[in-house]
């Protein structure tokens, strides 16, 4: 296959992967739908035969017996407080089992994955280096990298609600950059000649990654206080998300992530600056905007430990943090002037 | 990193971290002992779970203010000063500077700056006339060295050393210290979990002491540090969060200083250097020298360097991106103080270091080999002048200036064409279409009259002044002499029998960015020490754990708990794993202790720590 070909091939796999994302979107759009129906049915049930799983759990110190070995009884005293109290989690989130609209909707982001993955190494065998030296290539690896992020997140903790954000974001961002951005492939100019493409610029796509699940989280954070205020009754589908705090935590060690991975950025991106332009830092406007965003998530984590500032008032911050990161990628890198104009348009 | 956020009155104790207060106060000072207990009451002001400067945590009482109504203590100018600096160090200050900083850098990114975009300035001035003076009044185009952006910076970092000082005196105090006393209820704890070993006879190590020398030794192999109170251990861990915070913020000072230091001692210089030519590293050579406040001459270490050759390479094949450079080759000569000479090459993204400098490859383009030769035979001129590049196809742009040993002093302004074609629109102007020499021709306007060189007044060797000069060929010249076309070897004749010119030849001429600054290297160290302090200071947990041995009637029984101190989601885990270790040291089957501690990590669902612990959580990053 010619370089060409290959450039092609990646192309018909783009809008594949994003004809499968959308029916992920769909699914994903569907479930939250169907927890809304959900929440509703536990809300009528709860409020019928007194909750029998809180009687079992307000039972004090139970004792339960877990073992009798070697002649020797060992006896776990279980107590009401460290079964959760007051502020456990809402209902359902725990135990939720994934709906049949979520699992449908995970293997095709999966399955979408696996195309967009396909995509972006087939661009990168055409070019014959890493696939992400310009917009195109960069919006290309970037949002395929969001996915992964979102599907590792979801490894470990449930954050499955964040599924048709993150498929629509990964849609819209997906379609803009393939659309707009695209470009044929090009060698890389001289300047661009350096490993530190590789670790800069691949770095700052995942930092990116995880600060769009962190927005994300911080939304849906607003979103459940804004309900625990009473200000949102509708929205039902929120009953099966976490609760504000836990959302809070969530997104707070995402973003530690994303800021951690920034912080490499920003210091790999000056020695590479020095090596190529002759000084480690310029003020060139891309290295503002990145200045930026870093100073924008240092004050979100310094503000969870703010009297005042903890809560709404730092989510506001993660999403402003990501709307710059969004800013930096999108109209920075097309109108402003600066050294890294590489976007190729 | 956390500091009290508390609106510390003035004349109350300073506190740079509730964290170290909890610390002092400690857990509940009842008796653990046994028989002490007193299990039903909690101290809210000595809370050990409420971090003083928690959201949810009691202020502290302001002294001398009254139950109702404010009253402002009487401050005299020193209570001013501490109560300024109170406000400058505490947290809402430091986070409300954070994002005046942020705020600040932005408009440097709208506005060209002068120091890495001077054109873009001069641009900017003649497209905005009215704008300009305004913008330029308020510093916006030397944004990052303005008063203004200073003043943030500088507030910050003020604030940020009176938070590390004390802050880091309380660590080494924190270092020092021994573990607190055993709360007396740790049932309120996270990952708290109670095991009752039933049997317990005298000499079947089931007993307090030796339960509690077991968890003792178990802790001190895992890292912490322990204090063993009656029938309780405490231990404490990850002193090296603190470490790593403290280290990260302290790095950034160290980033700071070691810049402001690396720019006033060093410099940075440009030279464009023809293809033969020599540069020697002294102050006359280069054509822009910024030096750093602190320089001196003596600085430069006297080196030279001689451009032998320089290559270039242009994408041929890829029909998207023909004519795309893909690679910058200088190859120099370098003649060190001592006489050694090497051979060496600059690319662009690897530098020369040398004497003490790193030289760069910032730029390239044509220079042009020019002879100008008066009707009686003398050459009033013969140099080469770099061109500047205006395209991606090298057209390129320079000026000639003959003030002397013609009849007229004359200027000319050239065009040069790597690969010449005619635009086809009948205007016979031309275009580049390649950067690399296929159809070299060089066309130059000339200007006779006064150069304004006499004024006295410095002159850009790229510009020609053209008031006071008349147009004798191009394109508005009165008598319709056309621009003098010429290709290399060729030569032409000077309209009104002035003389002729040769165009001698084309040669490359490199750009480079001469770059000394001495404490680079120590920017980068306090970097790194940045990143590894703010790795630790996120990811180290910092936490206690305490396990607790009583005798009851039914056995021995033995209780785990655990204090998050900062952000630690694994903490009823690590509280898990502390009992199962322990029980299974205690004669537990391993597969037991295990599930045990499973049950209970199971039964508070996730891993956030509820109830209590919840509470207790503090963040100090």
């Known amino acids: 296959m010619t370089a060409t070909d290959l450039a092609y091939y990646s192309l018909v796999a783009v809008y594949s992967a994003m004809a499968i994302y959308t029916i992920s979107f769909v699914a994903y759009a569907l479930d939250l739908a169907k927890r809304s129906g959900d929440a509703q049915l536990a809300a009528k049930a709860a409020t019928a035969p007194a909750a029998v799983g809180a009687d079992a759990q307000g039972a004090g110190a139970e004792r339960v017996v877990t073992a009798s070995a070697g002649g020797r009884t060992v006896v776990l005293d279980r107590t009401a407080t460290a079964a959760g109290g007051a502020d456990a989690p809402r209902a359902s989130s725990s135990g939720r089992r994934p709906s049949r609209f979520e699992r449908v909707a995970t293997s095709m982001l999966v399955l979408g994955l696996v195309v967009h993955v396909v995509s972006v190494v087939f661009r990168g065998l055409a070019a014959g280096r890493v696939p992400w030296a310009n917009m195109f290539e960069f919006s290309l690896t970037g949002t395929a990298i969001i996915v992964g992020v979102f599907l590792v997140v979801r490894v470990f903790v449930d954050v499955s609600y964040l599924g048709a954000y993150v498929t629509g974001l990964n849609l819209i961002l997906l379609a803009i950059g393939t659309v707009n951005y695209y470009v044929a492939v090009v060698p890389l100019q001289p300047a661009l000649q350096s490993a530190w493409l590789v670790i800069h610029v691949l770095v700052a796509i995942i930092g990116t990654g995880f600060f769009a699940i962190a927005a994300g989280l911080s939304a849906a954070q607003l979103v459940q206080t804004k309900r625990d205020q009473a200000k949102l009754a509708n929205l039902r589908f929120m009953d099966t998300l976490p609760g504000a705090d836990r959302l809070e935590d969530l997104a707070y060690r995402v973003a530690l992530v994303g800021f951690v991975l920034w912080t490499f950025t920003l210091i790999a991106g000056a020695v590479w600056a020095e090596r190529a332009w002759g000084r480690y830092w310029g003020w060139d406007t891309k290295e503002v905007w990145t200045f930026i965003i870093w100073v924008l998530y240092a004050g979100y984590i310094h503000a969870r430990a703010t009297r005042g500032w903890r809560g709404a008032r730092s989510s506001w911050l993660s999403i402003i943090g990501f709307a710059a990161v969004m800013f930096n990628f999108s109209v920075v890198n097309v109108f402003f002037k600066g050294l890294h104009a590489y976007s190729g348009l | ?621």
């Open chain 2, 1 to 621: 990193m956390a500091r009290s956020s508390d609106r510390t009155a003035p004349g109350s104790r300073h506190d740079p971290s509730g964290q170290h207060r909890t610390a002092e106060q400690g857990p509940t000072p009842q008796g653990t002992a046994a028989g002490l207990t007193a299990d039903d009451e909690t101290d809210v002001t000595g809370d050990p779970l409420r971090p003083s400067d928690h959201v949810d945590g009691v202020a502290a009482p302001a002294p001398g203010g009254g139950g109702d109504g404010v009253t402002q203590p009487r401050l005299g100018p020193i209570g001013y000063l501490r109560f300024f600096w109170r406000q400058l160090t505490s947290m809402k200050t430091a986070l409300f500077l954070l994002m005046l900083l942020a705020v600040a850098a932005i408009p440097g990114s709208l506005v060209p700056q002068r120091t890495s975009d001077p054109n873009g300035v001069v641009q900017y001035r003649t497209e905005h006339p009215d704008l300009f003076p305004v913008l330029d009044k308020i510093g916006v185009f030397d944004t990052y060295a303005s008063p203004w952006f200073s003043a943030v910076y500088l507030l910050l970092f003020i604030s940020l050393i009176g938070c590390i000082v004390p802050r880091t005196k309380h660590h080494f105090e924190a270092l020092r210290a021994r573990p607190p006393k055993t709360p007396a209820r740790l049932s309120r704890l996270a990952g708290y979990r109670s095991v009752t070993i039933a049997g317990g006879a005298e000499g079947s190590g089931l007993d307090p002491a030796s339960a509690v020398a077991a968890a003792r030794a178990q802790l001190r192999r895992a890292g912490y540090r322990t204090e063993v109170f009656g029938d309780s251990v405490s231990a404490e861990r990850g002193y090296a969060r603190e470490t790593g915070n403290l280290v990260f913020h302290s790095a950034l000072v160290g980033v700071l200083l070691t810049v402001g230091i690396g720019g006033g001692l060093g410099y940075t210089g440009q030279r464009v250097v023809v293809e033969g030519q020599t540069f020697t590293n002294a102050l006359v050579a280069y054509d822009s020298f910024n030096p750093g406040r602190w320089f001196s001459d003596s600085q430069l270490s006297p080196y030279s360097l001689t451009l032998d050759r320089f290559t270039t390479k242009y994408e041929e094949e890829n029909r998207d991106a023909i004519g795309q450079p893909l690679d910058y080759t200088a190859d120099v000569t370098a003649r060190t103080q001592d006489g050694d000479s090497s051979e060496q090459t600059i690319k662009v993204n690897s530098p020369l270091a040398i004497g003490g400098s790193n030289v760069y490859l910032l730029g390239n383009g044509y220079a042009m080999d020019l002879t100008v030769t008066a009707p009686d035979g003398t050459e009033p001129f013969t140099d080469t002048i770099p061109f500047l590049p205006q395209n991606a196809d090298l057209m390129s742009q320079g000026v000639v200036k003959v003030p002397d040993g013609l009849a007229e002093q004359i200027g000319m302004i050239g065009f040069f064409y790597p690969s010449a074609v005619d635009t086809e629109d009948g205007s016979g102007i031309m275009a580049s279409s390649y950067p690399d020499l296929l159809n070299p021709v060089l066309s130059l306007n000339v200007y006779e009259g006064d150069l304004g060189l006499d004024d006295g007044v410095p002159q850009s060797v790229y510009s020609l002044t053209t008031d006071g000069m008349t147009e004798i060929a191009g394109a508005a010249a009165d008598d319709g002499t056309k621009a003098l076309k010429l290709t290399p070897g060729e030569t032409a004749d000077l309209p009104g029998g002035l003389g002729t010119v040769t165009f001698n030849g084309v040669k490359r001429f490199a750009s480079l960015d001469v770059h000394h600054d001495p404490a680079q290297l120590w920017v980068l160290g306090f970097a790194g020490l940045t990143f590894a302090g703010l790795l630790t200071a996120l990811f180290v947990p910092r936490r206690r754990v305490w396990v607790k041995a009583s005798t009851t009637d039914d056995g021995l029984r033995l209780e785990y708990a655990g204090l998050a101190r900062g952000e630690d989601p694994t903490l009823v885990r690590a509280v898990g794993d502390v009992a199962s270790r322990h029980l299974t040291t205690m004669g537990v089957p391993a597969d037991v202790a295990r599930d045990l501690a499973r049950e209970d990590s199971a039964s508070t669902s996730n891993d956030t720590p509820t109830g209590p612990a919840r509470r207790g959580r503090k963040i100090s990053s």
